[in-house]
């Protein structure tokens, strides 16, 4: 959906994903008109503002998904999904996410991710510094872990990837898409300072690329990452600077981590199981 100003939401088929064939844009006054066969929503400015005012009556009884990227910003445990619409289908990414959400009367499903590396690059890791891939991490704070970057970079070298990381130290600026796992390639280890979010598919984009992982033992990362097996997790900052600091005196054992991080990224987050999931989906809500 599109409009003249290019508002958030509007924008089309830009970046620098490699968009297919099967996805058209539409110019948003013309959308009443058109025919589908059901309505995907992905944020609440959709479901709440879009939906009564630019969708037909016919197309808002439409089969209808909304898919809900992050555990609930208010309270963690306490608040109510505004989907409530038990025609609708609530879709969420993580099995933690719906675990917290209240998802009322609205029935519930999880699509785990699914990531096709953009590149073929594989990890070196020559660099002796650790990766955090953040974005406005300055202004996101604590949620995101920015006294923890703060706080670890005073005791391992750190390199702060994404959108407004010249603000910080160690801020190297924002990586495209088509940019960011060589970053990922060249870095001994990928470090996740996030207290409370979903699971990043930057991350995931690391392990596929074999690079090992440090991050805190909260949300779906405590399912994903075996310490001392495929990565590190922990609740202790001093824990995390000390295993960062082993895994720059010995690249062998990040390359072990990292291999065991690939082969389960590959099992879990591949992006055919991710295809098959949501085609399973889409088949038990238009039928």
């Not at 005791?155 to 495209?176: F, K, N, Q």
């Amino acid at each position: 959906m599109t409009d003249p100003a290019g508002s958030p939401g509007r924008v089309g088929r830009v970046g620098a994903l490699p968009w297919g064939d099967n996805v058209h844009e539409a110019p948003v006054e013309q959308i009443a008109t058109m025919p589908f066969d059901l309505v995907l929503y992905q944020h609440r400015a959709g479901w709440d503002e879009d939906r009564p005012r630019w969708l037909s009556e016919a197309q808002q009884r439409l089969p209808r998904v909304y898919l809900e990227h992050d555990p609930p910003q208010q309270h963690p445990t306490d608040t109510l999904h505004w989907v409530q619409d038990p025609g609708a289908m609530l879709v969420h990414c993580t099995h933690f996410n719906a675990l917290m959400w209240d998802a009322g009367r609205t029935p519930t499903r999880v699509v785990e991710h699914g990531v096709r590396p953009l590149t073929q690059v594989v990890y070196r890791g020559e660099l002796e510094r650790g990766l955090v891939v953040v974005n406005h991490l300055q202004r996101r704070g604590r949620r995101l872990g920015a006294d923890l970057y703060r706080e670890l970079l005073e005791r391992v070298p750190l390199t702060l990837v994404g959108m407004g990381s010249e603000a910080l130290p160690g801020g190297w600026g924002e990586a495209s898409q088509l940019e960011l796992p060589a970053h990922m390639a060249s870095h001994r280890f990928f470090l996740h300072p996030v207290r409370y979010t979903s699971l990043g598919l930057a991350l995931i984009e690391a392990m596929l690329i074999g690079q090992p992982v440090v991050g805190l033992a909260t949300t779906e990362l405590a399912t994903v990452i075996r310490s001392g097996e495929n990565g590190f997790i922990d609740n202790r900052p001093q824990a995390l600077a000390d295993t960062m600091a082993r895994l720059l005196r010995d690249p062998g054992l990040a390359r072990e981590w990292g291999e065991r991080g690939r082969e389960l990224a590959r099992e879990r987050f591949n992006i055919d199981r991710f295809v098959a999931d949501w085609m399973q989906l889409l088949h038990e809500v238009t039928t």
